[in-house]
């Protein structure tokens, strides 16, 4: 009777001990088991509300955090999420990220402004690293002094710096502190686009070519998502697609963009098959703009941002994307080799033709092409060509857009480079930049654009390799998690887990033990019947 009451009680009690189990897991396990790590990760430090500016940062992405973003300063609030002062000063710290963080930042790329919960268990060691000792707690610096690094208040040479609780108070008083340290004028009020004297020119400043590398990630991104969204890989462009794909994975300037592109072009056979048979067999469904390259991110996950910086115009809808591009391409054309100037030539007017979506400016652009009668030789020949042809653009749409008033006022189309620029990239010092026909050292014209959109413009990729050589090797990183597909849960629900695992097992063994004996009990009743 014990025995069949055991029996019958088994899978209750193991029924029971899994309830009891799931209890202990985050909500995000039970929504979505298959989640990867980054979403465990975000449940277990409490979510994040959309609404918020703030990026919320732990110990498995603080590094990498400040290794991608393009912002030239962080601000680190260290809080407690059950502390009454660190809720009652989030909308403060909040008014002052609205105008740096996001894709609608009114000066974005200037400052991240982030924050790290100390209350999560995670972060205790990330949050003893940098000395804290009341909440909240801001620090403020470059971000690459972020990675792997620390604070402890006594080394007076630390480039990462304590705000004082005084002059974070508030939203106002913050800000002004910012401004103190930068020079600035920001304020409260200011709204997207207003202020155009706070935008970066350049005309005026050529370091600011430093911060295009990230505009020309954006606009890889942006480019591969209009491709997919209208459809644009078919039998006949994909070849095109193609060698300009093996371009970028040759000569693209950001380290990401071209790890993203060779992956792509890894299963690019698979994704869409060169047979025309195949290719219709296997058309994908795009119902949602995505199609097969949607699980591919082209220039990694932190891109596209949302935003553009040296591309930035002072209107919504000028500068950005066309701008992007053609910095896109003339990093590329630096950087080829003598012997591959005229594929590169070749690739990129079969590229912008069958794959620009303005039809007056891919139609331009490809005649303006055709009318090359001698095949290039040299990098130098490719370089100067398309330095010409933008030019040429830029002539022809400076006369629109002064007689229809759609230029932008902050940066009107004009002939590049300026004086300002390379004033020895004009022969005759005296001659006006406005003249039809300049008299240009192409020699010097060469040298400075090879080295403008060369080395300048990943300078500060090549800065942030320095530092990052100096990350200290007990920091955790993101990529290493997700390449053991490791979940990380909460010391709780990881013992709830083990010690459900070993009452499992017993049962089971148990009940395995009870199954035989009742087969064993019963065998020579059935021998007797036969």
């Known amino acids: 009777m014990s025995s069949a009451l055991n029996l019958k009680t088994t899978p209750f009690l193991l029924y029971l001990i899994i309830i009891l189990t799931l209890s202990f897991l985050p909500p995000a396990l039970l929504i979505n088991p298959t989640a990867g790590s980054r979403s465990l990760l975000r449940a277990i430090s409490g979510g994040s509300d959309q609404s918020d500016f703030a990026v919320d940062l732990n110990v498995t992405n603080f590094d990498q955090v400040f290794k991608d973003t393009p ?35 009114v000066h974005p790329g200037v400052i991240l402004m982030t924050r790290v919960d ?55 008083r913050l800000l002004k502190w910012i401004n103190t340290q930068l020079g600035s004028s920001y304020s409260l009020e200011d709204e997207k686009f207003e202020n155009d004297h706070l935008l970066h020119s350049n005309v005026s400043d050529p370091a600011q070519i430093a911060r295009a590398v990230y505009d020309v990630e954006e606009a890889t991104s942006f480019a591969f998502d209009l491709i997919v969204e209208h459809k644009m890989i078919k039998p006949d462009t994909r070849a095109t697609l193609i060698k300009f794909m093996q371009l970028m994975v040759a000569h693209h300037p950001s380290r990401r963009c071209r790890r993203g592109t060779a992956d792509i072009l890894v299963n690019f056979d698979d994704l869409y098959p060169s047979n025309k048979w195949l290719a219709d067999k296997h058309e994908p469904d795009n119902s949602t703009g995505h199609g097969p390259l949607g699980k591919f991110d082209v220039c990694g996950k932190e891109v596209p941002r949302g935003y553009w910086m040296f591309c930035r115009g002072s209107k919504n809808e000028t500068r950005g994307f066309s701008c992007g591009l053609w910095v896109l391409l003339h990093s590329l054309s630096v950087r080829v080799e003598d012997g591959e100037s005229q594929m590169a030539f070749t690739t990129t007017c079969d590229f912008i033709h069958q794959f620009f979506i303005c039809e007056e400016c891919r139609q331009h652009f490809y005649d303006m092409c055709s009318r090359v009668s001698t095949p290039f030789s040299t990098t130098r020949d490719f370089v100067l060509w398309l330095w010409t042809s933008h030019n040429e653009v830029n002539t022809r749409l400076k006369k629109i857009e002064e007689s229809q008033k759609t230029g932008d006022p902050k940066f009107p189309k004009t002939i590049w480079p300026t004086k300002h620029l390379c004033p020895s990239c004009y022969k005759d010092p005296n001659q006006n930049e406005e003249s039809s026909s300049i008299d240009w050292d192409r020699d010097e014209v060469y040298k400075f654009i090879t080295g403008y959109y060369g080395n300048m413009l990943v300078s500060l990729y090549k800065e942030k390799d320095k530092q990052h050589v100096l990350m200290k090797s007990s920091a955790v990183s993101e990529e290493v998690l997700q390449s053991t597909n490791a979940l990380v849960v909460p010391a709780g629900a990881a013992l709830a887990i083990a010690v459900a695992s070993c009452l499992f097992g017993a049962l089971a063994c148990f009940w395995r033990s009870r199954q035989k004996n009742r087969k064993y009990f019963h065998k020579p009743q059935l021998l007797k019947i036969v």
């Open 118 to 172: 100390c209350a999560n268990k995670i972060n205790t060691k990330l949050c003893d690293k940098f000395s804290v000792t009341h909440y909240p707690a801001l620090y403020w610096g470059a971000p690459p002094k972020f990675v792997g690094g620390g604070w402890n208040g006594k080394n007076e040479k630390s480039e990462i710096r304590s705000i004082a609780v005084e002059d974070a108070r508030t939203a106002d």
């Open 71 to 105: 912002a030239s300063y962080a601000i680190v609030e260290f809080f407690a999420h059950w502390c009454p002062a660190c809720r009652n000063y989030k909308p403060q710290y909040e008014k002052v990220a609205k105008l740096f963080n996001g894709a609608n930042a």
